[in-house]
């Protein structure tokens, strides 16, 4: 079974709004992992928090991990257009740093 | 620097037919993944290797066979193929993990089967 579940399924909002994502896991891992799939491409790397981690920012990325509730967030401020995409959680985990991803969250970002 | 490059891009098969695909990484990664993406599901881990000739089983591994015999390479074959194997299949590649475990997978674009 997957382990990562993102939470809200799919998301529309206006250009200019902020966009939280959820993900939730079931098993203790190693580090989060957040990738962004454009239509009909290749996962893309988007931000890692390691397990010892509570926050962390990259450029318009702000991802949070609560390792005792077994989730994190992605936000993504001042949303573009461009950022319309899937976005996924992954969790490694264990010896081998198994990745495990979600199902995704459908973002579509509204001109 | 290519990356992660998959072929083919693009298959149709007849059930019962086998196939393989291949995954070719320039970036010296010691770790290679196979998955299927399918709709509403994600993505999902058929199987993985840490090195050159290892593999191991992931989510879904029935079905389908690895090997990696090179480094830089890394075949996902389908003995007999079934329309339940029609899906996107993605190759990734990572850097062995460290002391950090900082290390991201990288992608290639995909290869999407259709088993007719």
């Known amino acids: 079974s997957q382990q990562g579940e993102e939470d809200p399924q799919a998301l529309s909002i206006q250009e200019g709004e902020n966009a939280t994502m959820n993900c939730s896991y079931k098993?203790?891992?190693?580090?989060l992992q957040w990738y962004r799939q454009n239509s009909g491409r290749g996962l893309v790397h988007l931000i890692l928090?390691?397990?010892?981690?509570r926050e962390k920012h990259s450029g318009r990325l702000r991802v949070t991990l609560d390792t005792s509730k077994k989730s994190s967030s992605l936000l993504i401020t001042a949303s573009r257009a461009a950022d319309t995409a899937s976005y996924f959680c992954?969790?490694?985990?264990?010896?081998?740093?198994?990745?495990?991803f979600g199902k995704g969250t459908r973002l579509h970002i509204l001109p | 620097n290519a990356g992660v490059t998959q072929t083919p891009k693009f298959r149709v098969l007849k059930t019962g037919q086998s196939m393989t695909l291949l995954c070719a990484q320039d970036m010296n990664h010691e770790y290679m993944y196979w998955y299927r993406q399918d709709p509403g599901m994600g993505l999902r881990l058929i199987h993985y290797?840490?090195?050159?000739?290892?593999?191991a089983k992931g989510e879904v591994p029935d079905g389908y066979n690895v090997s990696r015999l090179k480094k830089q390479n890394f075949l996902l074959g389908l003995e007999s193929a079934a329309p339940s194997q029609t899906s996107v299949y993605f190759c990734?590649?990572?850097?062995?993990?460290?002391?950090?475990?900082?290390?991201?997978?990288?992608f290639g674009d995909g290869t999407r089967l259709s088993i007719l």
């Open positions: 098993t203790s891992i190693n580090n």
């Open positions: 290797s840490v090195g050159e000739g290892t593999t």
């Open positions: 992954a969790t490694a985990a264990g010896r081998d740093d198994k990745i495990i």
């Open positions: 928090i390691r397990s010892n981690e």
């Open positions: 990734a590649s990572r850097r062995r993990p460290g002391v950090d475990s900082n290390q991201p997978q990288h």
